[in-house]
Every structure is written in structure tokens, then in C-alpha cells.
């Protein structure tokens, strides 16, 4: 990349690096220091507000760079992920929004401790909730670090590794200072912008096939190397049986898994009532939806525009598709408007990545505090203030992150952050269906539930060719991969769902009926609610 492409792009980053550290610095000035400030923004945000802020923590880096670079390199099968994260919102609409907000107060196991033991189950699902976040932050690192290294000249271990301890850093600093209402506008913020410089990529790629989708598409096979396979299923899921049960997995894991985000669960809280919290997804599926159906045009663009030879040169894992694109669209190498677009898309890119490691950072810090400290906390001792485990707690997530962020440089972020949701949708999902909805649920089914889905899905991802036993692993020199798969979705989702039901029925315990109708007539009706 030119000096040019550095300079205005560098500019970009820290003109809205500056913009969103004065809105938490703002913020941290006109708090109240409350927990309920901290945890859920005062729950004063309106649901057009929230709607747009729900948009920004889910647009994240897997798909803006993931995505599309997947579409671009594999054709049909990289639209997996496009309908799998948009069909999961049919879930948390119908299932779990209002139900959510009107059950808990800041995080998902309030919800499951309301009608349980609250210590063991807290310690569980906190447990989980931090696991799914720290896995879901680090797609976000890896994603920064590519866009980086891009910018600063090609591939420099050394930039990708310094842009991830930044990006960790800011978000620490983000989630300390303002909390969840400055978190909020940050990613209201990182919403429009990125929506905004979506909808002009894609008019530009159908300025240049002159509105002829037909085109697109056929320019895309021919320069993919595979022809008509490019767009027909198969091209990556299809060699074989593993493949296809991969190709499963994966979608199980991206539909349900949503539902089970810490990240997108703490949103619920941050508006005043269970209608606002319906509405807000409202606005939510109908800015995500807009979104997915602009990147499958600009994932298919990159395949004709660049070739998919000049994504997967760039990155092997077509992380930097994207602002690929807009160099070419923009004039190619050295003109001025290819060095303007690329630096406005990579800022974009940049805002993103830091909205949502702040989103994640904020519900991984009140999951520590608000469940885990309180829950193991020794009897006797002066309770410390929630507010300040939860920065102390984010100071932690935000170094775990950078580190395993630093591992996994070399992987799509899309890829991970289906691992993630594989972890969620298998340790979180069954624990908040039972507890919604079955009166004889009791506390030990829920903690079976809980690591019933948990325990599995790390272990199968550690056992799996994603971290040993090929030249695209974590390890490439070691070889411990006994589970073919690479995303555990599709064994460890039944086993939570059978470990909460076994748990359950093996229990001496009665479930209290009193407590599940309580339960149930507050998630329908609000009475109660906080």
C-alpha cells in the first residue's frame, strides 16, 4: 500500500478512535456510578436506539471481512453463514426477547436463577457466558489485525500483533470509563457508518456490471477457477461426508446460536419494557437483513472484480476481500480515489471491530461480576463493588483475548466466530429454553445443562483439525485431532439439551412450582420485571 492509502487511513481511524474516546469520556462524567448505569445504560434508550445499537454489536468483523471474503473464495457455500445469522433473529424474536427482558436484570443467569439455586447455577452460566464472549472476541482481534497489517504493507506479524494488543487495549478502556451507555452509542455510531459505506460498495460493484446481476454472478464463476461449481453448493462443504456433516454443524450452530450471545442477551436490558425490547429487534432484523443482502453482492464482486487468487493472496483466509474492493472501485493502486475509498472502508472496518469487542467486553465483565465474583465470593468477607469487579474483570478478558487474538491470526474470522456460536448455542440455548419453558426443570439440570454443552464443544474444538493436525491449524506441527469436524455444533447442541433433561430427571429435587408460574407470568406479562 502507498503512503497515501497509510496516512488518510491512519487519519480516519484516529479521527473516529477520538470521536468515540470523548463519547466515553462524556459519558463517564454524567453517570450515576449505579450498576444498573453500568450494566444496562439506565435502561433509557429508545428502541429505535437500541434497534440500531443491536445492529451494530451483531455487524461484526465476521461479517463485514469474514463473510465476504468466504463468498468470495468458496461462492454458494460462504452464503451459509449469510442465511444462518440472519435466520437465527427469527429465534430470539419469537423466543427469547421479551421473555429475556421481562426474567432478569443485567446478564442470562438471572433469568435461569430466578426460579433455582442461584450459586451453582450463576457460577455455570457465568462460566459459559465468558467462554462464548473471550472466543468471540478473538474473531474480532484476528479481523484487526488483518486490516492492519494490510494497510501498514501486506502481511506484517509484527503490525497484526501490535494492532491486537491496541484494539484490546481500547476496548478495556472503552468498557471501564462508560459502560453500556457509552458502549451504546459507540455502536449506534459504527451502525450508520457501516451501513452507510455497505450501501456504497454495492451500488459501485453494480455500477460496474451496469446493474446486471446475471453478469456479476457469471464473471465470478469464470474468474473463480471452478466455473459453474463456484456457484452451486459443495465447492466447500461437498467433498465428502465430514465436509457435509460440517456443512450441518455449521448451520445448527449459526441459527441457534444467537440466542444463546451474552452480548446480544444484555441489549434486551438496556430499554425500559418487554414491548420496547420486541421492537428493538424489529429495527435490528430489519438493518441486519439489509446489511447481509449487500455483502453477498460484495462477496460475489470480489470474485469477479479481483479473482478470488487476488483475495486469497492478500490473506488465506479472504479476511481482506473487502478493502480490496473498494481500492479497485475506487481507480486501482495510486489513484486518488481507489486511496480514498480504501481508507474509508478500512476505517469502517476498524469502527467495527472496536464496537464490538466493546459490546462483548462490557457482557464478559458483567458476567464475572455479577455472577462469578458474587457467586464465589467467601462468606464474611466486605463485598467490593460490583461496577469496579466488572472493570478489573474486563482488564482480564481484554488480556485473554489479546493472547489466544495473537494464536489465531491465521484463520477466518467468520470461521471463528462459528465457534463461537457453536459454544453458545450448546452450553447457553438449552439452559434459557428449559428455564422458559419447563415447569419440572430443576437447579442440577440446569447445571448439567449448562456444562453438558460447554465441556464438549471446547473439548471437540481442541481435538479438531481447527487447532492441530493440518497446515492451516493453530499447530501445524502437532497432531492430537481425533473429531473430524471442524465446528462441534452438530454433536455438542443434543448433548446440552440431553445432559439438561438427564440432569433434571435424575434430580431428587422437586421443582418449585410456585417459582416456575411466577417465572412464566412475568416473562409474558412484565409484572415484576425490573
Known amino acids: 500500500m502507498t503512503g497515501e492509502h497509510q496516512t488518510l487511513a491512519l487519519l480516519l481511524f484516529s479521527a473516529f478512535i477520538a470521536v468515540t474516546l470523548g463519547i466515553t469520556t462524556w459519558v463517564s462524567r454524567n453517570r450515576r456510578g449505579s450498576a444498573e448505569e453500568f450494566y444496562a445504560g439506565g435502561r433509557l434508550f429508545s428502541p429505535m436506539e437500541n434497534g440500531f445499537a443491536i445492529a451494530g454489536d451483531y455487524m461484526s468483523a465476521a461479517s463485514f471481512l469474514g463473510v465476504t471474503g468466504l463468498i468470495a473464495l468458496f461462492g454458494y457455500d460462504g452464503l451459509l453463514y449469510v442465511v444462518g445469522f440472519l435466520v437465527a433473529w427469527l429465534v430470539v424474536l419469537f423466543l427469547v426477547a421479551e421473555l429475556v427482558r421481562n426474567c432478569g436484570r443485567f446478564t442470562l443467569a438471572d433469568v435461569v436463577a430466578s426460579r433455582m439455586r442461584e450459586r451453582p447455577v450463576r457460577i455455570a452460566v457465568g462460566s459459559a457466558s465468558v467462554t462464548v464472549s473471550v472466543l468471540y472476541l478473538v474473531a474480532q482481534m484476528v479481523g484487526a489485525g488483518s486490516l492492519v497489517a494490510l494497510l501498514l504493507g501486506g502481511t506484517s506479524d509484527a503490525a497484526r500483533s501490535w494492532t491486537v494488543i491496541g484494539v484490546g487495549a481500547l476496548m478495556v478502556i472503552y468498557v471501564s470509563l462508560g459502560g453500556m451507555r457509552a458502549t451504546t452509542w459507540i455502536q449506534i455510531v459504527k451502525a450508520v457508518l457501516l451501513l452507510g459505506g455497505t450501501v456504497a460498495l454495492t451500488v459501485l460493484v453494480l455500477m460496474r456490471f451496469h446493474g446486471d446481476v446475471d453478469r456479476l454472478l457469471l464473471t465470478a464463476a469464470e474468474r473463480s477457477g471452478h466455473g459453474e461449481a463456484f456457484l452451486a453448493p459443495g465447492l466447500k462443504y461437498g467433498g465428502d461426508w465430514t465436509a457435509r456433516f460440517d456443512f450441518v454443524s455449521l448451520g445448527l450452530a449459526l441459527v441457534l446460536g444467537t440466542a444463546g450471545l451474552p452480548h446480544i442477551l444484555s441489549r434486551f436490558y438496556t430499554v425500559p419494557t418487554a414491548r420496547a425490547a420486541r421492537r428493538s429487534v424489529v429495527w435490528a432484523v430489519a438493518l441486519i437483513g439489509g446489511f447481509y443482502l449487500m455483502t453477498i453482492v460484495l462477496g460475489f464482486g470480489a470474485a469477479a472484480v479481483l479473482g478470488p487468487d487476488a483475495v486469497r493472496g492478500s490473506n488465506a483466509a479472504g479476511n481482506t476481500a473487502v478493502p480490496l474492493l473498494a481500492l479497485d472501485l475506487g481507480g486501482g493502486a495510486g489513484s486518488t480515489g481507489g486511496t480514498v475509498l480504501f481508507a474509508i472502508v478500512a476505517a469502517i472496518a476498524f469502527a467495527t471491530i472496536l464496537a464490538v469487542v466493546a459490546g462483548i467486553t462490557l457482557a464478559s465483565s458483567a458476567s464475572v461480576a455479577h455472577d462469578l465474583h458474587a457467586s464465589l465470593r467467601r462468606r464474611g468477607r466486605k463485598p467490593r463493588s460490583e461496577v469496579a469487579v466488572a472493570r478489573m474483570a474486563a482488564v482480564g478478558v481484554g488480556v485473554v483475548a489479546i493472547a489466544l487474538g495473537l494464536l489465531a491470526q491465521d484463520l477466518n474470522v467468520a470461521f ?89 430427571v435424575t434430580s431428587a429435587e422437586v421443582a418449585d412450582e410456585a417459582k416456575h408460574a411466577e417465572t412464566e407470568v412475568r416473562s409474558l406479562t412484565g409484572a415484576g420485571a425490573a
Do not use: C, E, H, K
Not at 456 to 463: F, G
Open 416 to 504: 471463528l466466530v462459528g465457534l463461537a456460536f457453536a459454544v453458545a448455542a450448546s452450553a447457553n440455548l438449552p439452559v434459557l429454553l428449559y428455564s422458559l419453558f419447563w415447569r419440572g426443570f430443576t437447579t442440577r439440570g440446569a447445571v448439567w445443562a449448562v456444562y453438558g454443552g460447554l465441556v464438549p464443544a471446547v473439548v471437540l474444538v481442541v481435538l479438531s483439525p481447527v487447532v492441530s493436525g493440518g497446515p492451516d491449524s493453530l499447530f501445524p506441527g502437532l497432531d492430537f485431532q481425533y473429531f473430524p469436524l471442524q465446528n462441534p455444533g452438530l454433536v455438542s447442541i443434543p448433548l446440552g439439551f440431553l445432559a439438561g433433561w438427564l440432569g433434571t
